[in-house]
């Protein structure tokens, strides 16, 4: 097995060590292992990271993050940034996943639509937090929404985040921060990178659909693909 997945097989040995909640229906629809985590698209040598939520059914049935509505979205904003014009079709779509990498908080898809507790993102935590670190090579990462953006509050100063997310400019502003992980012989390693938070561009966010595309190009205008 290769390094990434050495660590998606320890991600699936955990899983299976103690329940907790998964949309088990919708991993049966697609015929797939419930606990077999969808940890990750697109390519590990990208510079860019899109950093969301959890899975949804439309993520499931791909296997992969960021498929649904909202991952249309982004999907066509990247290919807008890196070709310089429109998809004309979802295969075409694809070819985004060479310039970035896609994953989530948890690799798992919750019941309904609701997030993981910070139980089951803490227990999953070492394992992003391995992959973020050891196996992508990037330094940027866009956080879709505040579940995403909160996640990564432990590895700043305490109200660090807080307080950026405060200022109005926290749509375009970015904020540095050291991400670490342990090593199997104990040792921490820390990567430096750059944290630029977008809202999630969910239909249902109403205050900021209609300008979630524009802010993503803006975004994009400053990473070098």
């Not at 996640?151 to 670490?180: M, Q, V």
């Amino acid at each position: 097995m290769s390094d990434i997945q050495e660590l998606i097989a320890q991600i699936h040995q955990e899983a299976q060590r103690e329940s907790f909640p998964v949309d088990e229906p919708i991993y049966q629809e697609a015929g797939l292992d419930p606990l077999m985590p969808i940890l990750y698209g697109g390519n590990l040598a990208s510079s860019l990271c899109f950093f969301a939520r959890d899975l949804g059914k439309d993520e499931i049935h791909a296997q992969q993050p960021l498929y649904g509505a909202a991952g249309r979205l982004v999907r066509q904003g990247l290919y807008r940034a890196i070709y310089g014009k429109d998809s004309t079709n979802p295969q075409e779509l694809q070819a985004i996943l060479q310039h970035v990498i896609l994953t989530n908080t948890v690799p798992y898809k919750p019941p309904g639509n609701k997030a993981y507790t910070q139980a089951v993102k803490k227990r999953f935590r070492p394992f992003i937090e391995q992959f973020l670190v050891f196996h992508w090579q990037g330094n940027n990462i866009i956080t879709l929404g505040n579940e995403a953006f909160n996640w990564f509050e432990p590895y700043a100063p305490k109200g660090t985040l807080k307080t950026f997310f405060e200022r109005k400019d926290r749509y375009s502003a970015t904020i540095e921060i050291n991400i670490s992980a342990q090593e199997e012989e104990g040792k921490i390693q820390e990567r430096l990178i750059n944290l630029m938070p977008l809202p999630h561009p969910s239909p249902l966010n109403q205050k900021y659909y209609g300008q979630f595309p524009t802010m993503l190009q803006e975004r994009l205008a400053t990473i070098k693909f």
